[in-house]
């Protein structure tokens, strides 16, 4: 266990409510990644961070934003969630020193929007 | 534009059949390639780490290889607990970015 935390769990949603999920990590990483998975797509990146309050946009930004306040807490939220935001969403995170450096994963969230 | 293929996107196996996972890759600045098992309902767990061509690793019945096109994932004498689903992923340029492959899910038949 990478030490990784994603809550909730599983969430249900109407269109246009704001949703915020939350990854908490206790390794101390300093990169934290925010990916969604989706059948026929894969893995994809929507934001991640570099640092506290250091944050960049990943392939599938849009209707999405994070903040990153402290170390161990990297939040995404879902300003007006709509249906094509339904997904798992997972937390990732590295040291990312040096050569390239596996992800580790949490167990995700499971999202819907109805 | 860092871009991940695998094939095939389903594999099922006789327990003791061997077999192999392909990933097709273009990155520019190989950092690093990576193979992951998701089972359901989990997240990704690491597997290996490929940094340069020519480049193998071992964990028990897998072997990962490399080239400077392909990363091949080799199951010798699998059993039904390797089902899973093997994801394949790469790391150019910095910030530990990764592009991840449509994953390639493994059934195993006793």
């Known amino acids: 266990d990478a030490g990784i935390t994603q809550s909730p769990r599983h969430k249900v949603t109407e269109t246009g409510t704001p949703v915020t999920l939350r990854c908490h990590q206790t390794?101390?990483?300093?990169?934290m990644y925010w990916y969604r998975q989706d059948p026929g797509h894969g893995l994809r990146l929507i934001h991640y961070s570099y640092g506290v309050k250091d944050t960049d946009k990943g392939e599938v930004s849009d209707g999405y934003s994070v903040s990153r306040s402290k170390t161990e807490d990297f939040l995404l939220t879902l300003e007006s969630a709509t249906s094509s935001q339904t997904s798992v969403y997972f937390c990732a995170i590295t040291p990312a020193e040096g050569r390239g450096s596996p992800l580790h994963f949490g167990n995700g969230t499971r999202l819907t929007v109805t | 534009e860092d871009q991940v293929t695998q094939s095939p996107e389903a594999l099922r196996l006789q327990e003791g059949e061997s077999s192999s996972l392909n990933c097709s890759y273009t990155v520019s600045g190989l950092r690093g390639l990576f193979w992951y098992r998701q089972d359901p309902g989990k997240g990704p767990e690491f597997l290996f780490t490929?940094?340069?061509a020519g480049e193998e690793k071992e964990k028990e019945r897998l072997k990962a290889t490399l080239t400077k096109k392909e990363s091949f994932l080799h199951i010798t004498a699998p059993k039904p607990e390797d089902s899973a689903t093997y994801l394949c992923a790469v790391q150019g340029g910095n910030a530990g970015k990764s592009t991840f492959g449509d994953g390639t899910t493994l059934t195993v038949k006793p």
């Open positions: 490929l940094y340069s």
């Open positions: 390794e101390n990483h300093r990169y």
